[in-house]
């Protein structure tokens, strides 16, 4: 298993580059329904180098799978649109591009695995049918090289006997399985940025182990991005190698996943470690996420924050401020903010953050 | 779709290239598939001959005014002769020949089929009824009304001697004083008042149920799916003007939209499958509309949306396949509707008298329902069995081939 050094100092060979693989800035995207506007992306930021796996995480209904797939704009449209802001993949503007181009996008350079492998595969077609489709959709080759590219695939996401499975039927395949068909699939052509939507939500806890690795093995070696969607600190820890927080359709923090474990900064990131089977309170962050229709003045976490203030309840959300002298880790709380006392939340109790160093064989 | 999207279709090569991979399987796969891109061509070719074919018949009917084209071997071809043809080679192509080339899947659904003892007799009983009527009505000669051969029994059968015609070829017995006209082997099931046999007649009836069943039926199936899969996916407008447009033509029965045009250009049975074919499939649509919006949902929409592939190939591809439930279910119910309604339009003397249809040889019979029975029964038992069979088939047939069920072949 190849360790996160070789992928951190892939990061720093690319970032020294021009443009990164995908850049969001200040990203909105909005559902009209008939009760009004859902605002369920509302000003995302972030980055994501070739060779890096940025995590997203939240609770559901914070907007992380929205922001996903907003990427390559796979959500309905009618009623999704995109007010404002631009996603920018390898440099192009993604908001502007035309049908066609998308189709090229899709797939070529961005790919999705979802959260449910039961439901990806179509139930009418051998998963050599789909693997070739993915393949044959972007690329040119004859039959038996598409044939060869698909059994090439298998083996690498780990399938026994791939040449002879490619005839079978997706209910032939265990959950697990059908995850890696699925990542085969994402990977039929040689994307450069993986978007992963929680991909192992719907496995057992063995399985997913499995999964992260193999993730993590296939990143290292095409040197991939990767943004992986979930809500689950455990993985974040085992896969990414930097960390954006993400409340409400905005993101509350952001940084590299140590610092995040380390000494998370917001008020929100400390209540979700808190979280945690084995530490802080079980019951959980007290109180709901606000409505996406009538979001409330200041910052959104305020009414659940415990460190709220007067100045929370103003305003636009909070900027994102530089936590301590670290330029890479920032957070949006007002108690970071130029004449405030970061102390305040800092300095309070937090369960213990030592979750880096349980992840498994692959983890830093 | 262009060449290149067709490909994931195409599989397979030459095994002997290739020794790395297990030959056994790819065998097995190959056998299927290799012939795929040239089989692709051979249809083209054939639908484009079609066309042409078409074009020149109209062409000359038309323009050109030197009446009907005459074809080499074939010599004229009717206007539902051209429909059947087309009906015919789609069926074949996309129904035979998949079948034949997957032979896994298909010895699947024989095995699924065959639990249904009904479907497979039903099975039977219309393939019989399809051979007889498309081979017969080409090799025996129509029937004609004959002066004197008329109300003649069946073979088994006699009646009295003033009920029929002059002549009276079985013989005659005389039974308690009265003459009686004995059946004969010359018509077997007997004549109609007019002196027509009937079991010729009804040969030639069934060819043109079938005819009026398949080609009303892939029409209306073709337009239904097309409109109702174009709604679900798009959503929105399209789905808002397709659905409201089905809405107004369900008002308008096609039954009135017949009458109109039998009167105005006449009720030819050209035209009684071109106005059935054509607007009979409003409520197919809203079946196959209401599948694919729960389809359209599914996870593997959006992953083959995510894999780059076009509206026309997800739709195609992805939608389509999984809602065959819905689409062999409508056509198992358009087909005995079309068939009935042909038969109730023929029953009322609406339809083009010329053909031999079932329901005109029962219409032809039902005043002497007492004296000469066999004229309307006889008909009316071949049109009561296809129906049935066509709805249990259809019953069997959405079982065995619901792709959703599985279908590992084990």
């Known amino acids: 298993m190849s360790s996160i050094t070789d992928n951190e100092t892939d990061v720093d060979a690319v970032s020294s580059g021009s443009q990164p693989l995908l850049e969001l800035s200040d990203l909105h995207t909005y559902f009209r ?65 035309s ?9 070529g350079e961005v790919s999705h695995i979802f959260q449910n492998p039961q439901g990806a595969l179509n ?17 040119d080759l004859t039959k038996e090289e598409v044939r060869e590219r698909a059994v090439k695939l298998l083996t690498q996401v780990g399938i026994p006997e791939a040449s002879s499975r490619l005839d079978d039927y997706p209910h032939e395949f265990s959950g697990g399985m059908k995850q890696r068909v699925l990542i085969a699939i994402a990977l039929a052509c040689e994307p450069d940025l993986l978007i992963a939507d929680e991909p192992t ?22 040197n991939m991005g990767m943004l992986f969607i979930t809500h689950d600190l455990g993985v974040v820890a085992q896969i990414a190698d930097r960390v954006a927080v993400m409340y409400s359709g905005k993101i509350m923090e952001q940084g590299p996943v140590e610092t995040i474990f ?13 979280c945690l089977p084995g530490r802080g309170t079980i019951g959980g962050i007290p109180g709901d996420l606000p409505d996406p229709k009538s979001l409330p003045k200041g910052c959104r976490f305020a009414d659940r924050c415990q460190h709220a203030v007067e100045n929370c309840r103003a305003g636009d959300q909070p900027p994102m401020y530089q936590v301590r002298n670290d330029p890479q880790h920032t957070t949006s709380c007002v108690h970071f903010g130029p004449g405030m006392d970061p102390g305040t939340v800092l300095d309070s109790e937090v369960g213990d953050t030592d979750l880096t160093t349980d992840g498994g064989a692959d983890s830093r | 779709m262009g060449e290149k999207t067709d490909q994931p279709e195409t599989d397979g090569g030459t095994p002997q290239e290739d020794p790395t991979f297990e030959q056994v399987d790819w065998a097995s796969i190959d056998s299927g598939e290799t012939p795929r891109r040239k089989k692709e061509y051979v249809w083209f070719g054939i639908v ?44 074949v192509y996309y129904g035979l020949v998949p079948l034949a080339e997957n032979r896994r899947m298909t010895r699947y659904y024989w095995k699924e089929f065959r639990k249904n003892k009904a479907a497979v007799i039903s099975g039977l009983f219309l393939t019989v009824i399809f051979a007889v009527g498309v081979i017969g009505s080409r090799v025996l000669p129509a029937p004609e009304r004959t002066p004197g051969l008329e109300n003649q029994p069946p073979v088994w059968g006699s009646v009295e001697d003033y009920v029929t015609g002059n002549d009276c070829p079985g013989g005659t017995t005389v039974v308690d004083g009265v003459t009686m006209c004995q059946g004969s082997w010359a018509h077997p099931l007997g004549t109609t008042s007019s002196g027509e046999d009937i079991l010729r007649a009804s040969i030639y009836g069934m060819e043109v149920s079938m005819q009026v069943g398949l080609i009303a039926t892939l029409l209306s199936i073709t337009l239904a799916a097309a409109v109702g899969l174009t709604a679900a996916y798009y959503g929105g407008l399209v789905d808002e003007v397709l659905m409201r447009y089905v809405d107004i033509q369900i008002t308008f029965p096609t039954f009135f939209l017949f009458l109109l045009l039998a009167y105005t250009v006449g009720g030819s049975l050209f035209v009684l499958i071109l106005i059935f074919g054509l607007f009979g499939w409003g409520s197919s649509a809203r079946i196959m509309r209401a599948e694919a919006l729960q389809r359209r949902e599914e996870p593997y929409i959006q992953a083959a949306k995510n894999a780059g592939a076009s509206s026309f190939w997800t739709v195609r591809r992805h939608l389509l396949p999984n809602i065959s439930n819905s689409l062999i279910t409508a056509a198992s119910l358009t087909i005995p509707s079309i068939i009935l309604a042909e038969a109730a339009i023929a029953f009322l003397g609406l339809g083009d008298l010329t053909v031999a249809s079932w329901g005109r040889i029962i219409s032809g019979g039902r005043d002497q329902l007492r004296t000469a029975w066999w004229i309307a029964t006889i008909p009316g038992v071949f049109l009561f069995f296809t129906i049935l069979a066509f709805n249990f088939l259809g019953d069997a047939l959405r079982d065995a081939l619901d792709p959703r069920h599985g279908g590992s072949g084990e």
Do not use: C
């Open chain 1, 262 to 274: 380390e000494e998370p900064a917001h008020p929100y990131t400390r209540a979700l470690l808190d």
């Open chain 1, 201 to 222: 939500t719907a496995l057992d806890v063995t399985i997913q182990a499995q999964i992260l690795q193999l993730l993590n093995r296939l990143q290292s070696e095409r």
């Open chain 2, 48 to 91: 484009s001959a079609w066309l042409i074919g078409v074009v020149y018949d109209v062409y000359s009917q038309h323009i050109a005014g030197t009446g009907a084209a005459e074809f080499p071997v074939v010599g004229i071809i009717s206007p539902v002769d051209w429909l059947w043809s087309i009906t015919l080679l789609v069926f």
């Open chain 1, 33 to 97: 329904t008939d009760s009004g506007t859902v605002k369920a992306v509302d000003g995302v930021s972030l980055t994501v180098e070739a060779g890096e796996t940025v995590a997203i995480v939240g609770e559901s209904g914070s907007g992380k799978t929205v922001t996903s797939e907003a990427i390559t704009q796979l959500y309905k449209s009618p009623p999704a649109f995109v007010p404002d802001g631009s996603i920018r993949i390898n440099g192009k503007e993604v908001t502007e591009m």
């Open chain 1, 99 to 107: 049908d066609a181009e998308l189709r090229q996008v899709r797939g």
């Open chain 1, 123 to 139: 139930p009418v077609y051998t998963i050599g049918w789909q693997i070739k489709e993915a393949i044959n959709l972007h690329s």
